[in-house]
């Protein structure tokens, strides 16, 4: 090891990134070059990435470890980021605001991510948090001439604070308790606290409480559906796959050590978080008429099952919880996609009479979405069906059975409105209700690109399942 | 190898045909009944034994297996014995059928239309050749999308209901069954210290007695909603009723099939006390569905409804016939299968024409058609009879021997499934009076059925007669070089005297 900081290469490379860009906006402002720098930011950040392969299990500092897990979720996690950009610049073009800016603060709130996923000390923690977190308000109000998204944007901002101040107060606790922050020395000694004195349990709860805001699982999920109906489509996306799921990798890293079945209190809090998200996100959904608060509720749901996963014993748990990760990156990228996609320009194309008659009007977009929809339903042929069965194996092999009746019962009903959602797409309606751009060249290379992986992982998910087992068992 | 081109065919059959819907909205169809009678084909020719590849010492008559990479025990083995080939000869036969129905029903976006039909047909031969639990299990969620989408897009007035309910009923009962199908893996990893999905593994896994019990509730659930059992089976006039032609077809053709093919190729074999000791309950759930689906065929109003009520009627008898433990019981349940496909089928492609021909399908509004189409009226009239089960076709032989072969143990159930020819024959005779004779009240005026139509019809008596005067071949190829089922039939026959089980006085 030559120099200290090496492992922090990809994060360097994005910070970098971001700094050339601020500079070349004030130079001269153009959209098309700030996109071009973001993209290859991006690409170089995967090839430093792919320069840390060799020297895996890595630590930079205190504060930063990198193995095969982080250097896998930091992979997913650029290139849902790289897709996001892909998709935001059409939507971007046209909507009168300049939309320079937008890349940079894509960029920080990549830069949070990958922090948090390398995170192993609560400072890092924290950063990476309140990198992702300050970067995506003013994201998520970027159309400032909607006030619907600035209502989402100071909605964000306050439940966001209120987590963060949770999160921060149960740190407190835990170190006062323990007199340590690093991740792997807290295992052992959790293990010892949480069971006996109910100060580490409440630190414990109130670490949980912050992370659950951040997931969205009930009962923390209040501000998830505003927040996704009032975002702007391609940040809805990056919400609902970047933050939640670099979130979920920290989560996964926190409790590594800590094996959830020693402590029955715990698995107790994480049983009811399940069952109630995956009940509620499901039949809440049911009530929904606009596509983007129906997509909220399924995501709701959909962490449930990930904390079924999340919950199981060793040789699945993070097999399952990754492969569940990386098949709902691609699906709610592509979900969010045609979203993106059918936007007129003055609004984001969300009421479920947009979709009407869709299968007429644009075939393959409407395949597209119905593909993604039924992946999400977890039916075969694309990735959401091996997911939802290794979820399945997970709990099943620990012995979880209420949370797997939950799930089978919760799914079943949740096939409801994605079913809904598909008969609208194929309904036979004469006039076009809705008059939607025309697809980009970007756009649809996306949506050929998600549909392709979704399906080669949906059919032979053989060689992604072992770069996860691979990945995940190295370290 | 065999096997694997079987069950690609129609799948690739189905790509081609949904793409050359560009080029001509007419060569879909032409493409998917031909990849069809291809399928068919090679079904026979392994029947007749022409594609026979047995293996050294393996008591399939053909298999195939390869890697699948997903988890650890997964494979992609595929095998045939006497009960499967029976049963995917029937797919291949039903599929073409199908297909030719459709031929002018379908003007709408015909290639997407072929693509569900021959996809549904492929995930149905899925069902009816997976020999590993995994693929099996694929295979059943498989032929949901598809299925779904026929109703869905070509149904009638109020399909998207009924889509809905045969969407949600199939598929949460399917993964009440995967719970089962893992927990069972898990059971016989931890017992033997082999995880794998494998059938023939998984025959011989020792297993505490309680865990099992679950094991085969969960296997239950999913057979006894597809099959359906009386409970379970409110998505069933619903959606044959919905479905277009095809559908109704494939529906009641082979969909059902699967349930049953379920219940005597997993339920059973891999949990022979178990299910030997609901024999009782499960033999009585078949009489009531014989009985009531046959009382309520007799009330139907709707044509399409009232065939979707007989085929809840004769599923029962083949419930009946797979749990009543004896051999004739057995052999006269899959006799049954394949008539009940076939006479269900046809009569669902009748009322089909009558529909394209007098837009509706309500029997109050027929009537008085034999002097006007009696190509159409007599094709009916076979198929009627046959449904009601008249000696010389298949149904008859079928129904006779579960009959028979329940009389041996349990008599008292036997008598009240017998009640169920008096009221088939009402019912039939009930459909038939009011199509064909009375008074034409509507004056209507009708094409007779034109040369494919007739076409299909006479494809499809064929078989029937053949079923019902010499039902020997059949039987013979169900039993034929079939150790596993041998097995399975004669094992519970044992532990199954009269006196140990709830006799059938309780109906």
């Known amino acids: 090891m030559t120099f200290p900081l090496l492992p922090l290469l990809p994060l360097m490379i994005i910070a970098a990134t971001l700094v050339l860009s601020m500079v070349a906006i004030s130079v001269r402002r153009s959209h098309r070059a700030t996109f071009c720098l973001t993209l290859s930011g991006i690409l170089a950040a995967l090839a430093g990435l792919v320069a840390l392969l060799p020297l895996v299990p890595v630590q930079a500092g205190l504060l930063f470890l990198f193995d095969g897990f982080a250097l896998f979720y930091s992979a997913l996690v650029l290139a849902a980021g790289f897709l996001v950009a892909v998709l935001s610049y059409d939507y971007l073009e046209g909507r009168n605001t300049a939309p320079e800016e937008f890349y940079l603060l894509l960029l920080g709130a990549l830069l949070g991510a990958l922090a948090l996923i390398g995170a192993r000390h609560f400072v890092s923690f924290f950063l990476g948090l309140e990198v992702l977190s300050i970067s995506l308000y003013p994201l998520i109000a970027y159309l400032r001439a909607r006030p619907s998204h600035t209502e989402a944007g100071i909605k964000y901002l306050i439940v966001s604070g209120a987590s963060s101040a949770f999160l921060l107060y149960g740190m407190a606790i835990i170190y006062g308790l323990t007199g340590t922050m690093e991740f792997t020395l807290l295992g052992p000694k959790i293990s010892g606290l949480v069971d006996g004195r109910a100060a580490a349990l409440v630190g414990m709860v109130l670490l949980i409480t912050g992370i659950g805001f951040k997931l969205g699982v009930v009962p923390f999920h209040m501000w998830t559906p505003d927040v996704y109906e009032g975002a702007p489509a391609p940040v809805t996306a990056f919400i609902a796959t970047i933050s939640k799921g670099a979130v979920f990798a920290l989560f996964l890293r926190y409790f590594t050590d800590v094996s959830l079945r020693d402590h029955p209190r715990l698995l107790l809090v994480f049983t009811v978080i399940a069952i109630a998200s995956m009940a509620a996100g499901n039949l809440l959904a049911l009530f929904q008429h606009n596509i983007k608060r129906l997509l909220a509720y399924s995501s709701i749901a959909h962490f449930g099952y990930l904390l079924v996963a999340f919950m199981s014993a060793r040789p699945f748990r993070v097999t399952a919880v990754t492969y569940y990760l990386v098949a709902y990156f691609a699906t709610t990228l592509g979900a969010f996609g045609v979203v993106t996609l059918l936007s007129p320009k003055e609004r984001d194309a969300d009421a479920l009479s947009d979709y009407e008659g869709l299968f007429r009007r644009r075939p393959w977009l409407a395949g597209t979405f119905t593909l993604m929809l039924l992946s999400l339903a977890g039916m075969p042929l694309t990735a959401g069906f091996i997911a939802k069965v290794y979820v399945v194996v997970a709990g099943v092999g620990s012995f979880l059975w209420l949370p797997v009746i939950v799930l089978v019962v919760t799914s079943a009903i949740g096939l409801f409105y994605y079913l809904r959602v598909i008969a609208a797409l194929y309904k036979d309606t004469r006039p076009a209700p809705a008059i939607a751009p025309p697809a980009t060249l970007k756009g649809r290379a996306v949506m050929i690109l998600l549909s392709i992986l979704l399906i080669w992982w949906g059919v032979y998910p053989g060689p992604l399942v072992a770069l996860i087992s691979h990945i995940t068992l190295a370290p | ?507």
Request: with cysteine.
């Open chain 2, 1 to 507: 190898m065999i096997l694997a081109a079987i069950l690609f065919i129609p799948v690739c059959g189905g790509i081609i045909a949904w793409l050359t819907e560009y080029a001509s909205a007419k060569l879909p169809r032409w493409i998917s009944l031909i990849s069809l009678a291809v399928d068919f084909l090679l079904t026979a020719g392994l029947w007749l034994g022409f594609l026979h590849q047995p293996g050294a010492h393996s008591p399939w008559l053909a298999s195939a297996s390869a890697p699948w990479v997903l988890l650890p025990g997964v494979s992609f083995h595929l095998g045939v014995d006497g009960t499967s080939l029976v049963l995917i000869s029937l797919t291949g036969f039903l599929g073409c059928m199908a297909a030719a129905a459709s031929w002018n029903e379908i003007t709408e976006r015909t290639g997407f239309f072929y693509l569900c039909l021959t996809w549904t047909i492929a995930g149905v031969l899925g069902v009816f050749l997976s020999l590993d639990l995994f693929l099996f299990y694929f295979a059943w969620e498989f032929m949901l999308v598809p299925m779904y989408f026929l109703i869905n897009c070509w149904g009638h007035e109020d399909r998207f209901r009924a889509a809905v309910k045969f969407f949600l009923f199939t598929q949460l009962s399917g993964l009440f069954m995967l719970a089962s199908i893992i927990g069972l893996y898990f059971a016989h990893g931890r017992a033997t210290g082999v995880y794998t999905f494998d059938y023939e593994a998984l025959l011989h896994t020792p297993i505490a007695a309680p865990v099992t019990f679950l094991l085969l509730l969960g296997f239950l659930a999913a057979f006894l909603v597809k099959l359906p059992a009386v409970p379970f089976h409110t998505w069933l006039p619903d959606a044959h009723t919905q479905a277009p032609t095809a559908g109704s077809v494939i529906l009641a053709g082979l969909l059902l099939k699967t349930g049953a093919y379920g219940l005597l190729r997993f339920a059973i074999p891999l949990f022979p006390a178990e299910s030997t000791a609901a024999t009782g309950p499960l033999m009585v759930l078949g009489v009531v569905g014989v009985l009531y689906g046959a009382l309520l065929a007799f009330s139907q109003d709707d044509l399409k409804r009232l065939i979707a009520y007989t085929s809840i009627s004769h599923m029962g008898f083949v419930l009946l016939g797979l749990f009543a433990g004896s051999r004739l019981a057995f052999q006269g349940a899959m006799i049954q299968m394949v008539s009940h496909g076939l006479s269900t089928g046809a009569l669902f492609i009748l009322a089909g024409l009558l529909q394209e021909r007098l837009r509706t399908r309500s029997l109050r509004r027929m009537g008085g058609l034999w002097p006007v189409a009696p190509r159409l009226g007599g094709a009916s009239m076979f198929f009627a009879l046959a449904s009601l089960g008249l000696p010389g076709m298949g149904n008859f032989v079928g129904e006779f021997m579960v009959v028979l072969g329940v009389y041996q143990a349990h008599p008292g159930l036997a008598v009240a499934a017998s009640l169920g020819f008096v009221f088939s024959t009402a019912y039939a005779l009930r459909m038939i009076q009011r199509i064909c004779f009375g008074e034409n009240r509507e004056g209507w005026k009708v094409p007779d059925l034109s040369l494919r139509e007739m076409g299909i019809m006479a494809l499809m008596m064929v078989p029937l007669l053949w079923l019902g005067l010499s039902p020997q071949p059949l039987i013979d190829r169900v039993e034929k070089g079939n150790p596993s089922m041998a097995d399975t039939t004669s094992a519970p026959k044992p532990h199954l005297p009269g006196k140990t089980l709830p006799p059938g006085r309780r109906k």
